[in-house]
């Protein structure tokens, strides 16, 4: 290179078309599908843009005001946006915004209070736990002694009574409520008062609901959980990062627990899209959009109760549906590849006491808030319930034709609802 001269600066069309043409391959995607995976979302385009921003090239061990670079004037007043954003909406008197993700997240809560092989208490994973909550695969039931708690067969819900019996019987250091297949309101003040009796640190996982909590369509977790962790993407619509929230008496172990226990610098870029998150949904608009969420998901579910769908629990009360289709007599893989191919995607799911592996189920998991954030309505739930139910009986009896039928439909309905952050 001769001196002075810079590297060249093109633009990501110039440098590199091949992951040009996948990323808009993929914008394609999400816009002419009917996305149904309760994990997935839109961002916004302010969302999207502070993400790509020059915040990136930074590097910020530390916290704000207490860093071990250089040059973080402007930086720390990002995150201290964040974290002063995420405070005022969820009414916490600490956050941490700088996991990297909701794994991590969980895993500083254990590093905080937890030494190798004392005991946690979450909800078994194919219950509807997360695998971070203990179990057997994780790092969290191999370095922990992990119990695990479930739901009642006959109702597909959680038993209190054998959640307390089961917590004075193990005497767990940490207790987690929540997880990741979850249709009904979580009982916070049971699980604290059980927690209480113990002697336990309870904490709340929202990575699904938060955005329901932040516009107060889900009871909130605050006053009940000495600590409460978050994925910021979700129903909060924000980027792939996370959150730790807490009362003042564990905010310093768990911030040493962040940092520097399991990480080094944030993801400054993601910082500041947190921040533009959480005041997208600090707005009456945000808080419509939550309720319209579990509205549709109800709808949904009324929707396929129908047509003959079996629910876990008989319904939901957040964005959330876990459908056993074992009286469909077809598994919930091969109803998710049928799905996909017709434009409706969703997952794959254990469901409680299900006879067949996890790699192969008996039942799928869906979600509403992606269709909401595209302006989707209930009446719309109703004829999404009913392509489910076309696609299912089409696959069933090898009739390829009828789901490119449905394909072609979906594509021709999805596109008539605008994509959040299509052109950012």
């Given amino acids: 290179m ?3 001269a810079q590297p060249a600066d093109p633009d990501l069309h110039t440098a590199d078309p091949e992951i040009a043409g996948l990323v808009e391959a993929e914008r394609t995607r999400q816009r002419d599908t009917v996305r149904l995976i309760a994990s997935e979302n839109y961002a916004s385009a302010a969302v999207l843009q502070a993400t790509g921003t020059v915040l990136t090239n930074k590097y910020s061990e530390g916290y704000p005001g207490k860093r071990y670079y250089e040059g973080q004037q402007v930086i720390d007043q990002v995150e201290a946006l964040a974290i002063e954003r995420a405070k005022a909406l969820f009414g916490v008197a600490h956050a941490n915004v700088q996991p990297y993700s909701g794994s991590p997240a969980n895993l500083a ?40 708690y ?32 979850i249709p009904r309101t979580i009982d916070f003040p049971a699980f604290a008062e059980i927690a209480r009796e113990v002697g336990a640190v309870l904490v709340a996982d929202i990575a699904h609901i938060a955005g329901l909590v932040a516009g107060g369509a889900h009871p909130s977790p605050v006053g009940h959980a000495d600590v409460i962790t978050t994925t910021t993407h979700k129903t909060l619509r924000g980027p792939r990062g996370a ?43 945000f808080r419509a959009y939550a309720h319209a ?26 964005h959330l549906l876990l459908v056993d289709l074992e009286n469909k007599s077809l598994p919930g893989k091969q109803a998710a590849k049928a799905l996909d191919r017709a434009g409706i995607e969703l997952n794959y799911n254990t469901v409680p006491f299900d006879p067949r592996k996890p790699f192969d189920p008996s039942g799928v998991r ?47 309905f999805a596109r008539a609802f605008p994509m959040p952050g299509l052109h950012a």
């Fill in 2 to 4: 001769p001196e002075h």
């Fill in 109 to 148: 809560v254990y590093l905080a209070f937890l030494a190798p092989g004392e005991t946690v208490m979450g909800m078994a994973l194919p219950a509807g736990g997360h695998l971070t909550h203990g179990w057997s695969v994780s790092a969290t039931g191999r370095w922990f002694r992990p119990v695990r």
């Fill in 150 to 181: 479930g739901v009642r067969k006959e109702t597909g819900r959680v038993d209190m009574d054998e959640v307390r019996d089961l917590a004075r019987a193990e005497q767990p250091k940490i207790i987690f409520c929540g997880g990741t297949a």
């Fill in 243 to 285: 959150m730790i929230m807490s009362t003042e008496e564990h905010a310093r172990a768990l911030d040493k627990a962040v940092f520097p226990g399991l990480q080094g610098g944030p993801h400054n870029h993601t910082t500041a899209a947190i921040a533009v998150a959480l005041k997208e949904a600090s707005t009456d608009g």
């Fill in 293 to 318: 969420v579990v509205d549709n998901a109800k709808a949904l579910a009324e929707g396929l109760i129908s047509r003959g769908f079996d629910l876990v629990s008989g319904g939901t009360d957040n």
């Fill in 366 to 412: 869906l979600g509403t808030p992606a269709v909401t954030s595209r302006g989707m309505g209930t009446a719309d739930m109703d004829r999404i319930a009913g392509w489910i139910d076309q696609v299912i009986e089409a696959e069933k009896a090898g009739d390829e034709a009828g789901v490119e039928k449905v394909a072609a439909e979906v594509h021709e």
